[in-house]
């Protein structure tokens, strides 16, 4: 069975750190594109980080660059968000999705069931 | 960045009705839209790639169409399942960007 499992959330104080995991199974880890996005309490999908495949290239929306980092290891089938200097509003549920490719047109098929990171004092 | 706008914000519709919700891209994403469907408490699902590729084991009820800067999603005959939220999401540029959100509850 094709599948992403979150793990590493919790409870974290402002300006504290966290690192996510997400174990893939059931694919070829390492062909895959792979993005993390988040959803903050009631509020609606946004993305967060992008990595490639071989882990060359990476991109973060603005609310996150400088102080997340994401990562790969494919022979652990696992991908990482480090995040430092977290605020109140990196409260969210994150996700990690797979990228499949058809036609050109990129999209994510597959999605974990997310890990929930609380930023609170 | 490309902004992704959405409308309705939410819709109140009946089991067996029609409906279209609309996206619309900041710029031209040629057919570069996918569709995703939420329900409370689950991972988004993904329905429509490509503007209007239907993925794998999603009900024939479910079309998308549009290229270029305007979307839809439709939903031809409302089922009890149906009832959640919906999110396009454009991947013209690797900086991927959500709509925010269509919520379809029942009437």
């Known amino acids: 069975e094709v599948q992403l499992v979150e793990s590493g959330g919790g409870l974290v104080q402002p300006g504290g750190s966290l690192r996510l995991s997400c174990a893939a199974s059931?694919?070829?880890?390492?062909?895959?594109?792979m993005n993390w996005i988040r959803q903050a309490p009631g509020k609606g999908l946004e993305w967060v980080s992008y990595?490639?495949?071989?882990?060359?290239?990476?991109y973060y929306a603005d609310s996150v660059k400088g102080r997340f980092t994401v990562s790969r290891d494919n022979a652990k089938n696992s991908l990482y968000l480090q995040m430092n200097s977290l605020r109140a509003e990196d409260t969210a549920v994150y996700y990690c999705?797979?990228?499949?490719?058809?036609?050109?047109?990129?999209?994510?098929?597959?999605w974990g069931k997310g890990t929930t990171v609380t930023v609170s004092s | 960045d490309i902004q992704m706008t959405q409308s309705p914000s939410s819709l109140s519709a009946s089991v067996g009705d029609r409906v279209t919700i609309t996206c619309r891209a900041s710029?031209?994403?040629?057919?570069?839209l996918n569709w995703y469907q939420q329900k409370p408490g689950k991972a988004p699902k993904l329905l429509i790639y490509?503007?209007?590729s239907l993925q794998s084991g999603v009900p024939s009820r479910f079309s998308g169409s549009g290229s270029g800067t305007d979307f839809t999603l439709t939903i031809s005959s409302l089922q009890p399942e149906d009832f959640a939220t919906y999110y396009c999401?454009?991947?013209?540029?690797?900086?991927?960007?959500f709509g925010q959100g269509t919520k379809l509850e029942i009437k």
């Open positions: 059931g694919f070829t880890f390492s062909s895959y594109e």
């Open positions: 490509a503007a209007s």
């Open positions: 999401q454009q991947s013209y540029s690797t900086l991927y960007s």
């Open positions: 999705a797979r990228v499949n490719l058809k036609r050109f047109v990129s999209y994510m098929d597959v």
């Open positions: 710029q031209s994403i040629s057919s570069y």
């Open positions: 990595i490639s495949s071989s882990g060359s290239t990476i």
